[in-house]
């Protein structure tokens, strides 16, 4: 390849997987230095064949997982992700929550009081004081200034749900976002980013009629937008979002003295007219196999109409402590049971997407 235009060897990199492309960084110090591009590493973002993985916070630690779906499901973990906290030589950084976009990992610890955006793919990172303590979460948008695409995080005051604190990575500068949100957030699951957009469930005192509703934080006006459910009701018994694929937003829905859960996925979200699509893909009922509550995490194959949740749950089969557990079930709501052992935090799946991109750093 040495000996092709440099503008055709970019076109042929910049359509390869990114963890082919990653092994490929150290090799040649032509395409490392093209790899270091922001301008590169966008395209790629956007051009490369993208590949789906499925990490679990499991036990603090972020784990690449093996999943089978077919004839007997099962999850297993393949690797575990290596962050060490730089206040240790040898001890790893023990992630409370993870957010992601783009391919970053946004982690916190227990306390809330220590933050970091990570590239696991890369193994960059980039550690940030916060101002206040809260839910974190990360977004991004179109930075004019440098022309391409940068990223806030988005904090949600533990002191108060309606205080809201804004970090552009950027400027490296936390400031107070000056607005009054007209609903009440529902903590127990703060926040979904898909395409840069924050996602969140809400509802609103004022008018219960609407029951319970979502809002979207859109990172370049730095505003929330209200966005409707499937349907309207008062009161879920439990409620969760997730993303599918990297391209569709995915709610978990069961309604109040019933143990029908519902899956819904977006086909399209209007963010000018506030019209949301939905399709619901799957029902099942996972009672008395798991009790859901509020901002369970879950993921959902939409082709094979599969759903993988994990919660931690009082299990009588393991001594009578509360585990880790996973729980797959399909149409047939033949419920498959996963055991990941004794909790250490809230255990989450998610869909990840490894990309190139890059953490600017302060």
């Not at 957009?197 to 004022?206: G, H, I, P």
């Not at 029951?211 to 505003?223: H, K, P």
Request: aromatic content about 12%; proline content about 3%; overall charge negative.
């Amino acid at each position: 390849m040495s000996e092709l235009p440099g503008d055709l060897v970019e076109e042929i990199l910049c359509r390869v997987p990114t963890t082919s492309l990653n092994r490929l960084r150290y090799t040649c110090k032509r395409w490392n230095r093209l790899f270091n591009q922001r301008r590169f590493t966008r395209k790629h973002l956007d051009k490369a064949a993208k590949q789906f993985l499925v990490l679990m916070l499991k036990q603090r630690r972020v784990c690449l997982m093996s999943v089978n779906l077919n004839e007997i499901p099962s999850l297993e973990v393949k690797d575990e992700l290596t962050l060490i906290d730089p206040n240790s030589s040898v001890d790893q950084f023990m992630i409370f929550h993870v957010s992601h976009c783009d391919g970053l990992l946004l982690c916190n610890n227990v306390k809330k009081d220590r933050i970091v955006v990570w590239n696991p793919c890369t193994g960059e990172t980039r550690w940030i004081q916060p101002r206040k303590i809260g839910y974190y979460v990360l977004g991004s948008y179109q930075d004019k200034k440098y022309d391409n695409t940068s990223y806030k995080i988005l904090c949600c005051c533990d002191c108060d749900y309606n205080e809201f604190e804004i970090y552009e990575i950027n400027s490296n500068s936390w400031r107070t976002l000056d607005f009054t949100l007209e609903c009440d957030m529902e903590s127990n699951q703060w926040g979904m980013s898909l395409r840069g957009k924050t996602y969140c469930f809400a509802s609103d005192e004022k008018e219960e009629h609407l029951g319970m509703f979502l809002v979207s934080f859109d990172y370049t006006t730095e505003r929330f937008e209200r966005l409707p459910l499937p349907y309207k009701c008062s009161f879920y018994e439990a409620t969760s979002l997730s993303v599918v694929r990297d391209e569709k937003l995915s709610v978990l829905l069961e309604l109040e003295n019933t143990s029908r859960t519902e899956i819904w996925v977006t086909n399209k979200i209007d963010h000018e007219t506030k019209v949301v699509s939905w399709s619901k893909v799957l029902t099942v009922d996972l009672k008395p196999e798991l009790y859901n509550c509020y901002g369970i995490s879950f993921l959902v194959d939409v082709e094979k109409k599969i759903l993988m949740c994990c919660d931690i749950n009082f299990s009588e089969e393991f001594n009578c402590k509360h585990m880790d557990m996973v729980y797959i079930v399909g149409e047939d709501n033949k419920v498959e049971k996963v055991n990941f052992g004794l909790p250490l935090s809230l255990p989450c799946l998610f869909n990840y997407v490894p990309s190139l991109t890059q953490i600017q750093q302060g």
